[in-house]
């Protein structure tokens, strides 16, 4: 099979498209949402202003990631879906190991699952 023009799976498309709208949740959750997001994480005031330009970079790379993989999606890209996936996942093992084991669950779980769909037909 050539990976540059892979079709994806119509479950795996659907699965990677909840991907997207997850990755624009947390990318407006972690910009304009930090204080309510800092305050789930148990974060004091002092420790919610201290990483407010990191939540907001780290919110700019989710949405970066959920446009780039929405237009891959778009346009066919399949190799590029695959590899945004394996980037997700990547970056949840990331999360999980240094923040908390739910990130994994909340964001890398959608993204393996649309990961190992991409594998189907």
């Known amino acids: ?6 079709t994806v799976p119509m479950i795996a498309t659907v ?3 909840i991907v997207v709208v997850l990755h624009v949740l947390f990318g407006l ?4 949402g930090w204080d309510q ?6 974060y ?4 919610t202003d201290t990483t407010r330009s990191l ?3 780290q919110g700019a790379y989710n949405a970066g990631v959920a446009a ?7 346009t066919g890209q399949g190799a590029t879906v695959i590899a945004l996936l394996a980037f997700v996942v990547a970056m949840a093992i990331v999360g999980a190991a240094s923040v908390r084991w ?7 779980v959608p993204a393996l699952l649309a990961l190992a769909a991409t594998q189907l037909g």
């Open 37 to 42: 997001m800092a305050r789930r994480f148990g």
């Open 44 to 47: 004091t005031k002092e420790q």
């Open 1 to 6: 099979m050539n990976r540059t023009n892979q």
């Open 55 to 57: 939540a907001l970079n």
């Open 15 to 17: 699965i990677a498209w």
């Open 68 to 74: 780039v993989l929405g237009w891959a999606l778009v």
């Open 29 to 32: 959750a972690e910009s304009v």
């Open 102 to 108: 739910t990130i994994f669950v909340i964001q890398g």
